[in-house]
């Protein structure tokens, strides 16, 4: 352990330049490497950006005094400015508009009069001289059966999902599921698996039909970090693929249940048959990563390299070398656009790596950078900066400061940090140190960004450390880096969602510990949480089961759905609280998206978009 923290202090210190910005970047290596260029920016397939073709995404609940049906859609980013709704229903065979003036401040409404017998609601949506511009889907109602949630059953009635990823694999323009099971996990640092245990990945379309089902087998060992999957429309062709590390079926694990040799592939599956279309290597396996359990650390991602293209990333590395392999997929056919090797950089950008990605366009040229922990990588595949301070648990890529100008990037950090700089903020553009808490951290575990509490302007930027780090502080601290608080009555960090109807956050709440939870279900006894203001403690919702799998705004208005998992099924449950405002569905904000896209892969992380969205 002395040895790997030494090591890491030498990393560190070899990053030399921190915070360089394209044209810095590009000086450097130029300077560095005579006769070599700068790697060229990529072209991708799309003459335009590749875009989810959404729906109104309408969605019904019962009202929150039970007497009346509560309805939600999606404001689009097509949609005009002044654009307002009428709302329709259709029982006992007749038509009637219920809305008497079109509704122009929010995307909701209750109907407190409906039909006891089955019905169908839609919603058009009209210009400023009331033409209509739009009609949504049909929603068909029956308030004998209206729960407050969606339900998706599995094939399996005892099995339950680990990791859920969503994408339109039909094109109908609404969301369906892509899920990994079982619920397990086994870490590279836990002993391996001697049962045979393998993962199995499943397709289910919105309404729950089952479209496929695929063991990956016994050379993709049943942890996160062997089993990376991401699901996106990367060919443009309407419908969503699913991207994943896989290996042939001949594949054999060692006497200790780990797998370390052997072909290792990135495939790419149609999405709607479970049918391999794409196969190329993995980045390889490579003694700079260091022994097996490093070696074994990989991701998958999504960036849009060109701006227009959405790219694949095969990402191997996290505590030493750090490997990404950028694919677009052209067609049915994998063509590489780059390879970024931390070692390769200069300075050697090493141990940065963080347990989760994202990207985003961060120096506002039209193109995706990559934030991989505390370095971010640019959309030509080589390093726009680095922060120099090792790995994070935890890193948040959004506005935090609306009183700064551009995003920033919130760090965690697990290295030991005598400097103040283990819990911290950057530029999200340039790397350069906006602030730090001035305090010596040991193992920073866990974080969260979210503006719950109104009396501070900005998002709120939490902490917590590892106690097998030797210590247990918790900060709370301003947008601005000021304390608020520490140790005490510090939010917990999972689990924060949209949810009442003001630009505050809500925080799902159990008062059980995962084990606890893990020794409820196991012996049939459901685990009901509910959801909290943390400022004052109020709960906003209640009766919400399972194990929180993804939040993220699925569908109705711009508040966020929780998508929790039960033995044989996903519950996605939707919030019926009348809304105060309306805006552009969270999922046509890129960051948002690739926050949610990334869900599938890694450590959890809640999604936040790439403007400021609080009180």
Known sequence: MRRYWSLMVIAIALQGLQAQDLRERNYYFETLNPGHEPKPQVEGYATERIAEHLTRGLIATPSPDGNGIHLSWRLLNADPDEVSFHVYRMADGKQKRLTRKAIREVCDYTDYTPSDKPMSYWVT??????????????????????????????RDPKMRVGKVAVADLNGDGIYDYIVRTPDSNVDPGMPGTLDGRTYQIEAYLSDGTFL????????????????????????????????????????????????????????????????????????????????????????????????????????????????????????????????WDGDEENPIIRSMGAHSLVSGDVDNDGRDEILLGSCMIDDNGTA???????????????????????MEVYLCLEPFHTNGRGVCMVDARTGEQVWNIGHETKHVGNGMVADFDPSHPGLECFA???????????????????YIRRNENIPPCGGWVWWDGDLSREVLHTPYSREEMMELWRNGQPVAQHIVKW??????????????????DLYGDWREEIVMSLPGELRIYTTNNPAR??????????IYRSYVAHRSMGYPQAPVPSYYLGE
């Not at 594949?251 to 495939?267: A, Q």
């Open 125 to 154: 949506a009209h210009d400023a001289k009331g033409k209509v511009i739009d009609t949504s889907e049909k929603l068909t109602v029956d308030k004998s059966l209206l729960t407050h949630y969606r339900s998706v059953k599995l």
């Open 212 to 339: 496929w089902s695929k063991d990956l087998g016994q050379g993709i060992e049943p942890g996160v970090w062997y089993s990376p999957f991401i699901a996106y429309d990367f060919n443009g062709d309407g419908k969503a693929e699913v991207a994943l590390k896989t290996a042939p079926e001949t594949t054999k694990r060692n006497e200790k249940g780990r797998v370390d040799s052997g072909e290792e592939y990135l495939s790419v599956w149609d999405g709607m048959t479970g049918k391999e279309i794409a196969r190329v290597d993995w980045p390889e396996r490579n003694d700079r990563y260091g022994n097996l359990v490093r070696q074994n650390r990989n991701q998958i991602g999504m960036a849009y390299l060109d701006g227009k293209t959405p790219y694949i990333l095969a990402c191997r590395g996290t505590y030493k070398l750090m490997v990404v392999d950028a694919w677009e997929l052209r067609g049915e056919e994998l063509v590489r656009a780059w390879r």
């Open 384 to 406: 726009l900066w680095s922060a120099g301070l090792g790995h994070p648990d935890k890193a948040y890529l959004t506005d935090i400061d609306p009183n700064r100008p551009g």
């Open 464 to 482: 917590t450390e590892d106690k097998k780090g030797g210590s247990s502080d918790k900060y709370l601290l301003t947008a601005d880096g000021k």
């Open 535 to 552: 400022a004052d403690k109020s709960s906003v919702a209640e009766g919400i089961e399972g194990s929180l799998q993804l939040i993220a």
């Open 581 to 590: 405002d309306r805006r552009v569905t969270l999922m046509q904000d890129a």
